[in-house]
């Protein structure tokens, strides 16, 4: 199985950029479809996006244009580079490995870190 802990959370004005990342030990994450997820206070988690064996990606349609995963696979290393960040994008991001399929759902995903907060201020 594959571990993931998730960094590069942080506090960033509107308009700024973050970049977050997810090192994976384990297992190689060329094996995966590997994830972002988010969750904010009160709300249900979210689909963010993924990458999938192939090299594959998805995005949510409020993140299309701005966010931007990508991976190192020497470096078992998923990344989100996040830009023009909004209030709304604000919670806690999430890495994780589905080994079956390419979705959004999230509970097609069974490893998952711990997560990382990223909050933006208006």
């Known amino acids: 199985q594959v571990q993931l802990e998730e960094s590069g959370g942080g506090l960033v004005q509107a308009g700024g950029s973050l970049r977050l990342s997810c090192a994976a030990s384990?297992?190689?994450?060329?094996?995966?479809?590997v994830g972002w997820f988010r969750q904010a206070p009160g709300k249900e988690r979210e689909f963010v996006g993924n990458?999938?064996?192939?090299?594959?990606?998805q995005y949510a349609d409020s993140v299309k244009g701005r966010f931007t995963i990508s991976r190192n696979v020497v470096e078992n290393t998923l990344y989100l580079q996040m830009n023009d960040l909004k209030p709304d994008d604000t919670g806690v991001y999430y890495c994780?490995?589905?080994?079956?399929?390419?979705?959004?759902?999230?509970?097609?995903?069974?490893?998952w870190g711990q997560g990382t907060q990223v909050t933006v201020s208006s």
């Open positions: 384990g297992r190689t994450i060329r094996m995966y479809t």
């Open positions: 990458i999938n064996w192939n090299g594959g990606t």
């Open positions: 994780a490995a589905d080994p079956r399929t390419w979705t959004m759902v999230p509970v097609t995903y069974d490893y």
